[in-house]
């Protein structure tokens, strides 16, 4: 069974500090993704990697893929209470359709 | 409308009610999923339908009976549902497996609580 660990899973920090999340396997993964979800809202797709090593950037968010296909980061510089969410890392494996699913990461940016 | 639409968003039933979940998706998707999600707990697949067929029952329980008329429309039927049941139910769809999976779009989800 594939499972990914997500942690810290939980972290509260100041505006402006910068932040790394971290996803872990044992498992390969042939693509990975981050969702950010917001409170009585769905999980919303921020980035998918597919390459080892491949990293990503969505403005102030920086995404990698380990070379291994095992891991992942999502770091956020200069974090804003905008951040604020329940960040979710989900893997396939080689010729899976479904995604097994980290259990969150729940980030506070406090003002 | 666009993406993925659930109804209700919130929903209070009796243990002894019976009721319906409703996802719809205006992607052009042909594979729809259902999710659990509990505090404290990962997402918990349930149910898989990719091109209108079930592919995948996580041993979920008979209590919930999942119903795909087409690919743009998919059901959670509820019956005598017990306290625990209570969870953020969330739908989501994607492209079926073209080789690779670039993720899903989740609808916003359906509060259930079981009194």
């Known amino acids: 069974t594939q499972l990914l660990e997500q942690s810290p899973q939980f972290l509260s920090i100041q505006e402006g500090e910068n932040l790394t999340v971290y996803c872990n396997s044992s498992s390969v993964f042939s693509s990975l993704q981050w969702y950010r979800q917001e409170p009585g809202e769905g999980p919303v797709l921020l980035v998918t990697v597919v390459t080892g090593g491949e990293v990503k950037k969505l403005k102030r968010l920086t995404f990698q893929f380990g070379d291994a296909r095992k891991d992942s980061s999502l770091h956020i510089t200069a974090a804003q209470p905008g951040d604020t969410g329940l960040y979710l890392c989900a893997g396939a494996g080689e010729g899976a359709q479904k995604l097994v699913f980290g259990q969150g990461t729940r980030l506070t940016i406090n003002p | 409308e666009t993406g993925v639409t659930q109804t209700p968003r919130h929903l209070v039933m009796g243990m002894t009610n019976k009721k319906s979940l409703k996802c719809e998706q205006h992607l052009g998707h042909n594979a729809m999923y259902w999710y659990k999600q509990s505090a404290k707990k990962p997402l918990e697949l349930m149910f898989v339908?990719?091109?209108?067929?079930?592919?995948e029952n996580n041993s979920v329980p008979s209590r919930f009976s999942p119903e795909c008329p087409n690919s743009s429309h998919l059901f959670l039927h509820l019956h005598t549902l017990q306290p625990e049941d209570s969870a953020l139910y969330l739908c989501a769809s994607s492209q079926a497996w073209t080789g690779r999976n670039y993720g899903y779009t989740f609808g916003s989800g359906t509060r259930l609580t079981v009194v």
């Open positions: 339908y990719s091109l209108e067929e079930r592919v």
